[in-house]
């Protein structure tokens, strides 16, 4: 299993980062040790700005190589939650040194998925998600603005990578992203229905 993500695919989210809007998906991947077991959430030790980012997730259910944009709603039968844990300080020496962000987001436990959700209860192209940090709402989005949705993702995703069954497409994060120091509980609803509940443990 692997866990694809993208990166600045709401216009808000690339802006209050400072970054520019992507002309295709930027893509980065997670290997599946990143995928935490648990819904408490270590600190890592190596950052001292660890940031959260909710988004909705993709769960692959049929093998997937170079999809056509038709047959893109074929290959996913599930949906979810999760959140991508960033270390951003580390993320800000890799990009001046102009290496890769491995160490700023694919180390254990940066990523946390909540149950699945059968696609087919909700409206993908107007789905309301928002996160809750110590009970004060952070972030708040809607897939009616990503700038690729799910379809071109997993189109423009194939062309590269095989997808396999249980691949995960973490399809990117609106504005909000924020601090969370050991302590804090982080919830994550979907369309106002409670999905996901961790907290960050020293």
Request: some cysteine; proline content about 5%; glycine content about 6%.
């Amino acid at each position: 299993m692997k866990l694809i993500c993208i990166g600045r695919n709401y216009a808000a989210h690339a802006a209050e980062l400072n970054n520019k809007v992507p002309k295709k998906p930027l893509i980065f991947m997670k290997p599946a040790s990143a995928l935490a077991s648990s819904s408490q959430i270590p600190y890592p030790d190596f950052t001292n700005d660890l940031h959260y980012e909710l988004e909705v997730l993709l769960f692959i259910s049929k093998e997937a190589k170079n999809v056509s944009l038709e047959d893109a709603p074929n290959y996913y039968d599930h949906i979810g939650l999760g959140i991508d844990f960033t270390a951003r300080d580390v993320q800000q020496k890799c990009k001046e040194k102009g290496h890769p962000w491995e160490r700023a987001k694919s180390f254990d436990n940066s990523a946390i998925i909540g149950q699945r959700m059968d696609k087919e209860k909700f409206d993908l192209e107007n789905l309301k998600f928002s996160l809750l940090l110590n009970d004060k709402e952070v972030q708040s989005g809607n897939t009616k603005d990503l700038i690729f949705d799910f379809n071109v993702l997993i189109q423009e995703v194939s062309k590269y990578f095989t997808l396999n069954v249980g691949d995960i497409i973490f399809t990117g994060t609106p504005a909000g992203v924020g601090p969370v120091k050991p302590g804090d509980r982080l919830q994550a609803s979907l369309e106002e229905e409670l999905y996901l509940n961790l907290t960050i443990i020293q």
